[in-house]
């Protein structure tokens, strides 16, 4: 039933532009490009106050990993809600949140345990850089404080987590704030020229970070990656040779590798650990997005027994003071264990491996349009760049993109020039095939 509203009443709309300032948006840009009202969600897809239909392709930001209103994670926050909503963590503990650490921890074979929970993952990337820092002070190594990041990559918008950003747009009008970190190179496959291979281009980046170790090891504490995908720098997708090679480099060096695995962990990648395509283990690895299929905030960073042990001293400033008041939210955690049910139950990764493949015939097109390069496609994301020769007016891309994917009744946000889609993962052979059809129209459109 569409809604009918009073015109002499403010909508939805005009009440949020009034009342709420919206994130990674210059607002005055809705004064010709009106916000989108969303009643309901149900499945892979979202409605708008007109009944309007939309598949949401990204996700919901990466978030949403078994759709809108999904009926077991419905019933496991209801259940809790009889129990406990809240209680803080210090001082006292919870069956969500022991039974979601310990579940954590097995999936990473007991490399990695030890959760520290907080809300949202630039907060799990803050936790991680601390504990990296703090950890070398423990063991008298205080000029060990500076971190490595990788160029093009994104690790969140506090300061800590801002300061390990190498996204322009995010970073300029902050710099006088922010830490000076070093950046490495990053092995960005579409760097490949002369019959150059993904390998390639990991190992000639891992080399250039070697020269810098080689230099540097001494003050630095930690690298921070994101395994395989770079998302929010224009889906930069690698070999995962390199985070081996990165591996390796950190033992001989001692300096800490933390796995950014916020938006390409739980099953994005086609493992539940992005690192395990590397066969390898981080010192630290942060999750977030998908860990509460996208109902509540909830974010994490795991780590090793030998980090914890280093913590764990008689005086409480040796201990890691730091906390945030939702700590291990009971909601947030049961949401948690409600999609790892989920992942058991219904056998995900397994299936998702056939959904990749769905996703990739359903995008075959591209591969052949000659307004598109640089396909590429790792686990359940896939992307590709619309060349700079068929862009008119490259600023205004995105969001003329944006727009046309809205009126083919699909969620698209671009990157730049980078059209990419990671939908949750119960989209039908028939829905995904849509999705490809509907890209390519909206594409069509936008670059007419």
Known sequence: MKVISDPNQPTLIDRSLAAVWHPCTQMKQHESFPLIAITKGKGAWLYDEQGNALLDCISSWWTNLFGHSNPRINQAIHAQLEKIEHVMLAGFTHQPVVELSEKLSALAHHHLGHVFYASDGASAVEIALKMSHHYWQHNDKPSKKKFVCLENGYHGETLGALAVTDVAIFREAYGSLLQNVFTAPSPDTRKAKNGMSAEDVAKDAAQKLQELFEKEHENIAAIIVEPLVQCAGQMVMYSPEYIRLVRSLCDQYEVHLIADEIAVGCGRSGKFFACEHADIWPDFLTLSKGISGGYLPLSLCMTTDKIYQAFYQDQVQHGFLHSHSYTGNPLACVAALACLEIFESENVLERNKIRSQELASA??????????????????????????????????????????????????RPIGNTIYVMPPYILSSEETQAMGQSVKRALDKALA
């Open 363 to 412: 995008f075959e097109w591209a591969k052949t349009d000659s307004r598109i390069e640089h396909w590429r496609q790792q686990g359940m994301v896939l992307a590709f760049d619309v060349k700079p020769s068929s862009l008119k007016n490259p600023n205004a891309f995105p969001r003329e993109m944006f727009a046309k994917s809205l009126s083919e009744g699909i969620l698209i």
